[in-house]
């Protein structure tokens, strides 16, 4: 067993911290108080290749490994979560979900560009009445000849206004038996006529992001347009979560590490009784607390990363690092901000920030509450993954650097 | 162009260093790259995207300095290499130009030798110059921007920035150059270079490769002290209007020779 990171990871690291801590950390405060998304941030990270990080080179990607996807999201994290939540979508929820689904074709078509920042992609599989409960989705896609026509809305999607491509998952067959075989993925070009996307404003987090709705009214696509076959969205839409939860997993852990970080500095600097307030053991105990959760949120996501490398399924293993980073990240800004005291409570300093930051991926990509059915179910027996017909390729070196 | 770039590894800035026994300590914090001589390697690759050639990175240390190195080839170097002897345990500037004067030679046919202002650690700033005097190369120091460069002619033009402003140098090649601030940011390792300085081989070469005898060092650091702590201590100065509140500041300030 050996838990060291590469050089090459830990130079991976380096350079995206340099990034974020040069050119995002110094202005995305104001960001987060306009509630918009800062213009240099999505062509910047493609300029460096963030976008394209763990895609083989030959088709567009920088040719790294999963871990250095968990990583990278981490890194990006510590800056602000809506940096981590472009690599959640445009990487996990939909580039590698062609590098796992797609025909020689599409990855041509789509994930080339997609992994060379020169267009960016999202996934819609929410709709304003269908969360958790995913196979009670409404919208459809009808066969018609050699397209299909696409008709519903899909909300709560990240880089909905931003992106080029969507990756949405429809209703093909009203009659199937079990809903969740009448779904079907594709991939819609958001410029194609009656596809519109809108952002939500007045949300309580991720405020520097870019949050939003695609409506499809009569969207012409053509069959090659599908991701997998018919019947296989849900599938394919549960694949796609155990790669997107991987970078959820993966940012919660580090902004469990920029709640630790701005509280271990406040309790060096803010004196109350003439000395340092890191001398008090309550607030030793709520730094000791954030030490336990960021360790074992971070070997929790490294591992799934590893089992991704070696090309095992790890939807359990994936859901758990989930689960538990997010939780954690939560309780460790709540901390944060006590420890911060008057302060915190201020956008003065950062912690306030993560908080609100944090609450949405508890509930996004699996709530905890589905994360902890899921748990429960393996481990009682009610749930086993079955095979996939196309399973994530495992990385190897050799074929993807080329 | 056959261009030579010049790094050293030491403590990250961030660390937090403390003195015992006379010697200095950075506890476990990293070492990093010369933050003055990311710029002297953003200049050396702009000279060579801008005219054609080769970017080699050159170091003096142990096993640890190909850190250095390595951030040097992700940035973009084409090839880098690592200078280590025991015979240089404690090299000065002064040693460090003449070692690094033979590498220059042993490189054969640089062009520009280009270096960082300054080292963080030792902040001598004459490696440059020293190196540039046992070439007999021309010196052109804290250099801001460089307006010309004819690699036929062998000329160069340069702006340095000094205090009173900038000031136009025209220089001949090969020549030695310092990179000042202005220059312009450095460029972030890119990931295509992450990996060929993680697959990088860096040659060592000893002085004797060099061909040179340990130099002498002439200047040594037989002991580092802290500055001593500063006493500060507030006083608020109250009265009844402004005048007399800056009367008794006044005052104290004379009495405490301030003024």
């Known amino acids: 067993m050996d838990f060291q990171l590469s050089e090459e990871h830990r130079m991976v690291q380096n350079m995206v911290r340099e990034f974020t801590q040069k050119e995002v950390i110094p202005v995305i405060k104001e960001w987060d108080r306009k509630q918009e998304m800062a213009p240099f941030i999505l062509p910047r990270m493609a300029e460096l290749g963030i976008l394209g990080i763990n895609i083989p080179v030959r088709y567009g990607g920088q040719g790294f490994d999963y871990i250095s996807l968990g990583l990278v999201s981490e890194e990006l994290e510590v800056a602000d979560t809506t940096l981590r939540v472009v690599m959640s979508v445009h990487m996990g929820l939909n580039s590698m979900a062609l590098l796992q689904w ?109 949050t939003g709705w695609i409506s499809m009214q009569d969207v012409h696509i053509p069959v090659e347009n599908r991701l997998g076959e018919e019947g296989e969205g849900f599938k394919i839409a549960m694949s796609c979560l155990d790669n997107g939860r991987y970078t959820v997993a993966a940012g919660a852990t580090g902004l469990i590490r920029a709640s630790l970080e701005a509280s271990i500095k406040y309790s060096h600097d803010r004196k109350a009784f003439s000395r340092e307030i890191g001398q008090f053991q309550l607030i030793q105990q709520k730094i000791a607390y954030m030490v336990q959760s960021y360790e074992a949120a971070r070997l929790l996501y490294l591992r799934a990363g590893w089992m991704k490398n070696q090309g095992v399924r790890n939807t359990r293993e994936t859901s758990l690092a989930k689960w538990f980073a997010t939780d954690a990240s939560f309780e460790a800004a709540s901390e944060a901000i006590q420890v911060h005291g008057a302060y915190g409570y201020s956008d003065e300093y950062d912690v306030e920030r993560y908080l609100r930051n944090s609450k949405g991926a508890v509930i996004y990509e699996g709530t905890s509450e589905i994360h902890q059915l899921m748990q429960a179910g393996y481990a009682l027996g009610y749930r086993e993954d079955a095979k996939l017909r196309c399973e994530l390729p495992a990385y190897d070196a050799e074929y993807w650097q080329k | 162009m056959k261009i030579a770039v010049f790094v050293k590894q030491v403590p990250d800035s961030a660390a937090k260093m403390t003195v015992a026994d006379g010697k200095p300590n950075w506890g476990d914090a990293p070492l990093v790259i010369n933050p003055w001589d990311e710029y002297a390697v953003e200049a050396a690759l702009q000279l060579a995207e801008k005219h ?156 004797a490769d060099l061909g040179i005898a340990a130099p002498q060092s002439k200047v040594s650091w037989p002991e580092i002290s802290a500055p001593p702590q500063r006493e500060v201590s507030n006083e608020m100065i109250t009265g009844g209007s402004a005048d007399e509140i800056a009367a008794k500041l006044a005052d104290k300030l004379i009495a405490e020779g301030v003024l």
């Open chain 1, 102 to 210: 797609g025909t020689e074709e599409q990855k041509q078509k789509f994930l080339v560009p997609q992994a060379k920042g020169e267009k960016y992609a999202c996934f819609g599989l929410t709709e304003p009445g269908a969360g958790s409960d995913v196979a009670g989705m409404k919208g459809t896609a009808k066969r018609m000849g050699d397209e299909y026509v696409l008709n519903g809305e899909k909300m709560w999607i990240s880089l909905a206004s931003k992106a080029h491509h969507a990756l949405v998952v429809m209703r093909t067959n009203p009659d199937a038996a079990d809903p969740h075989e009448g779904l079907t993925a594709f991939i819609l070009e958001l410029d194609r006529k009656g596809a519109k996307t809108g952002d939500i404003h007045g949300k309580m987090g991720v405020r520097a992001g870019s």
């Open chain 2, 52 to 207: 054609g050639g080769e970017v080699t990175a050159v170091t003096v240390g142990g096993e640890g300095a190909k850190e250095a190195l390595k951030h040097a080839l992700a940035m973009g170097c084409s090839q880098a290499v690592l200078i280590s002897d025991p015979a240089l345990s404690a090299p000065d500037s002064s040693a460090i130009a003449h070692v690094l004067a033979a590498a220059v030679k042993k490189l054969d046919g640089v062009d520009l030798a280009i270096f960082g202002k300054q080292a963080i650690d030792s902040d001598t700033g004459i490696t440059a110059a020293m190196t540039a005097r046992i070439l007999g190369w021309p010196a052109l120091t804290l250099v801001a921007a460089i307006q010309q460069l004819d690699p036929a002619a062998k000329t160069v033009r340069v702006e340095r920035g000094i205090e009173e402003g900038r000031q136009i140098v025209d220089g001949k090649l090969p020549a030695v150059f310092s990179i000042a601030k202005d220059f312009g940011e450095p460029r972030y390792p890119s990931f295509m270079g992450i990996r060929k300085a993680s697959k990088a081989e860096i040659p060592i070469w000893a002085l």
